[in-house]
């Protein structure tokens, strides 16, 4: 049996520690995120202030974009760090703070006035996605190095599907006061809440007990990101062929977006059905977080990858030939499915890939290189479906699907190492 370094020590005598603070830093985030929500409340209120659809569906667009971009950019500078807490919690503040800034820009929208308020609204929309885009890297590094890699799958997924569970519950209380109250303090009491839970879990993140890397290999000489990147695209195929299978997912999934507006033209949806096919989606993450996670760290992540292909492939068969409303149950059922396997589980496989000093470079390429995919996606299905209908965008989202599942199942190798057997013997 080799014998466990002081590090791991470390860190096997922190993780019960270290798996509470996380979950309620991920809890306390998505409680935040619920009075906040980028798909609904950050939409509403751009749709309070402009008719523009292309500007309402910019918001979640900026997010997902402005979180995935700079991963790349700051690998370099992360794979250098011993310790990464921080950076986390400094650069955090910045996904944070703009909302204090949208509940500022409704109280001062009557004096301000729309134009200028939308200015502002975006400006912060941007400052938010990149400061979110900056916190990933250190923050990935430094969740994977603190939890053990028989496990990381388990607490990816826990605390995503805790972070849904508190979206969920806040989201409701958000549309009762979106209700009740006068516009636009209703949006700002909104962020100002928010606001309130970002700082709850900021300090649950503060609590993070995380050991200096002294063993770290860092090279004297500091390289450029691109060329730890071209390194790693030359010598690891197989990361290579996940790279195509990440960047291909989002056009795969491209159809989910329309399924509401799909069911609402073509079977007269009434808004309880929509309520319940949302409740529907937002349950089937919840479960599929917690539960492709946990068999993902015993199955292997690749599985749960071709599981989430599949769930993709049949969702748009679904849509495609479904002959009444009730069928959209089980094609949100699987959406949710294919959802979780792409982001959260993603996630999860991503640092299984290269060593310790290579993993921010590993995850900034599987973010940052996704990101041309994430924006094109959904503006392409969109283009189709008013240019050629639905039935097209769900036809193509079921070919790539398929070549989805051929890459995972044919190319792509688990790229997970063999524990260490003290790292199993408690």
Same mark, same amino acid.
């Given at each position: 049996?080799?014998?466990?370094?002081?590090?791991?020590?470390?860190?096997?005598?922190?993780?019960?520690?270290?798996?509470?603070?996380?979950?309620?830093?991920?809890?306390?985030?998505?409680?935040?995120?619920?009075?906040?929500?980028?798909?609904?409340?950050?939409?509403?209120?751009?749709?309070?202030?402009?008719?523009?659809?292309?500007?309402?569906?910019?918001?979640?667009?900026?997010?997902?974009?402005?979180?995935?971009?700079?991963?790349?950019?700051?690998?370099?500078?992360?794979?250098?760090?011993?310790?990464?807490?921080?950076?986390?919690?400094?650069?955090?503040?910045?996904?944070?703070?703009?909302?204090?800034?949208?509940?500022?820009?409704?109280?001062?929208?009557?004096?301000?006035?729309?134009?200028?308020?939308?200015?502002?609204?975006?400006?912060?929309?941007?400052?938010?996605?990149?400061?979110?885009?900056?916190?990933?890297?250190?923050?990935?590094?430094?969740?994977?190095?603190?939890?053990?890699?028989?496990?990381?799958?388990?607490?990816?997924?826990?605390?995503?599907?805790?972070?849904?569970?508190?979206?969920?519950?806040?989201?409701?209380?958000?549309?009762?006061?979106?209700?009740?109250?006068?516009?636009?303090?209703?949006?700002?009491?909104?962020?100002?809440?928010?606001?309130?839970?970002?700082?709850?879990?900021?300090?649950?993140? #503060?609590?993070?007990?995380?050991?200096?890397?002294?063993?770290?290999?860092?090279?004297?000489?500091?390289?450029?990101?691109?060329?730890?990147?071209?390194?790693?695209?030359?010598?690891?195929?197989?990361?290579?062929?996940?790279?195509?299978?990440?960047?291909?997912?989002?056009?795969?999934?491209?159809?989910?977006?329309?399924?509401?507006?799909?069911?609402?033209?073509?079977?007269?949806?009434?808004?309880?059905?929509?309520?319940?096919?949302?409740?529907?989606?937002?349950?089937?993450? *919840?479960?599929?977080?917690?539960?492709?996670?946990?068999?993902?760290?015993?199955?292997?992540?690749?599985?749960?990858?071709?599981?989430?292909?599949?769930?993709?492939?049949?969702?748009?068969?679904?849509?495609?030939?479904?002959?009444?409303?009730?069928?959209?149950?089980?094609?949100?059922?699987?959406?949710?499915?294919?959802?979780?396997?792409?982001?959260?589980?993603?996630? #999860?496989?991503?640092?299984?890939?290269?060593?310790?000093?290579?993993?921010?470079?590993?995850?900034?390429?599987?973010?940052?290189?996704?990101?041309?995919?994430?924006?094109?996606?959904?503006?392409?299905?969109?283009?189709?479906?008013?240019?050629?209908?639905?039935?097209? *965008?769900?036809?193509?989202?079921?070919?790539?699907?398929?070549?989805?599942?051929?890459?995972?199942?044919?190319?792509?190798?688990?790229?997970?190492?063999?524990?260490?057997?003290?790292?199993?013997?408690?």
């Amino acid at each position: 049996m080799l014998p466990v370094t002081a590090l791991e020590k470390n860190i096997r005598e922190n993780l019960k520690h270290n798996v509470i603070v996380g979950l309620w830093d991920g809890g306390l985030f998505g409680a935040a995120l619920g009075f906040a929500s980028f798909s609904t409340i950050l939409p509403l209120f751009v749709a309070s202030m402009t008719t523009s659809a292309l500007l309402i569906g910019l918001v979640p667009a900026i997010h997902s974009v402005g979180w995935q971009l700079p991963q790349l950019f700051t690998a370099s500078y992360v794979s250098r760090l011993r310790r990464y807490k921080r950076s986390v919690l400094m650069m955090t503040i910045h996904e944070r703070a703009p909302f204090l800034g949208f509940a500022a820009v409704a109280l001062l929208l009557p004096k301000i006035g729309v134009q200028t308020g939308l200015l502002i609204t975006f400006g912060l929309l941007a400052w938010q996605g990149l400061g979110g885009g900056f916190t990933a890297n250190p923050w990935t590094s430094m969740i994977s190095k603190i939890i053990p890699p028989e496990s990381r799958g388990t607490f990816f997924g826990f605390q995503a599907g805790i972070a849904n569970l508190f979206i969920s519950g806040s989201a409701v209380i958000a549309g009762y006061l979106l209700d009740y109250l006068d516009s636009p303090v209703d949006f700002a009491i909104c962020f100002l809440i928010a606001c309130f839970f970002f700082t709850l879990s900021w300090i649950a993140l #503060a609590r993070t007990r995380e050991p200096e890397d002294v063993e770290k290999v860092i090279p004297e000489e500091k390289t450029h990101f691109w060329d730890d990147s071209k390194k790693i695209l030359r010598k690891d195929p197989n990361f290579n062929w996940f790279l195509t299978a990440r960047f291909l997912s989002q056009f795969a999934t491209m159809g989910f977006s329309f399924y509401i507006i799909y069911a609402l033209r073509r079977f007269d949806m009434d808004a309880i059905t929509a309520g319940f096919l949302t409740a529907t989606l937002t349950i089937a993450q *919840t479960i599929a977080n917690a539960g492709m996670g946990w068999l993902g760290d015993r199955w292997g992540h690749r599985s749960m990858l071709i599981i989430g292909a599949v769930a993709a492939l049949l969702s748009s068969i679904l849509a495609w030939f479904a002959p009444s409303i009730v069928w959209f149950y089980p094609i949100f059922l699987l959406a949710g499915l294919a959802n979780v396997s792409i982001w959260t589980i993603g996630m #999860a496989m991503t640092v299984d890939f290269g060593t310790e000093a290579e993993r921010p470079i590993y995850i900034g390429l599987s973010q940052t290189l996704t990101a041309p995919a994430t924006i094109m996606a959904p503006l392409l299905g969109g283009w189709i479906v008013d240019s050629a209908g639905f039935i097209p *965008t769900f036809s193509i989202s079921i070919v790539l699907s398929i070549i989805m599942i051929g890459i995972l199942i044919f190319m792509v190798k688990d790229p997970r190492k063999p524990l260490r057997s003290s790292h199993v013997a408690h």
